[in-house]
């Protein structure tokens, strides 16, 4: 009897022993998965971080944009604007310059015929 309790005894030791090493090895892979938990909540933390800071850069980037594009349509309207005022200015001075073309040749005819007159006369 004796002899059984002893057997049953390391059994049950052998099995104790076991538990054990289960345990220990189930609280070894459970702090492991703690550990990659936390890394990987970090990491969430981290990427939840930089995609905000990236959607604010693209809003701000999105504005910037639009901000340029309202100067250069501005700008083009300016420039349409300028051209407008350049061929009125051009096709004014052309007109200018056919008048003192053409006041030239009247006071250059008026010279000569006052010349002849004044020949005329003398």
């Known amino acids: 009897m004796r002899h059984k309790h002893s057997a049953e005894a390391s059994q049950l030791n052998d099995v104790i022993d076991q538990l054990k090493k289960n345990k220990s090895s189930l609280e070894k892979a459970k702090g492991q998965l703690e550990a990659d938990n936390a ?3 970090n ?3 981290t990427l939840s971080t930089a995609k905000a800071e ?3 850069r693209r809003k701000q980037l999105e504005n910037s944009i639009a901000e340029l594009q309202m100067k250069l349509q501005e700008s083009e309207k300016n420039a349409a604007d300028s051209t407008d005022k350049v061929s009125k200015l051009i096709a004014e001075l052309e007109n200018i310059s056919t008048a003192l073309n053409v006041a030239e040749n009247k006071a250059s005819h008026a010279t000569k ?3 002849a007159l004044e020949n005329a006369t003398c």
């Open 113 to 115: 015929s006052t010349g």
């Open 43 to 45: 990491e969430l933390k």
């Open 39 to 41: 890394d990987m909540t």
């Open 54 to 56: 990236n959607e604010r």
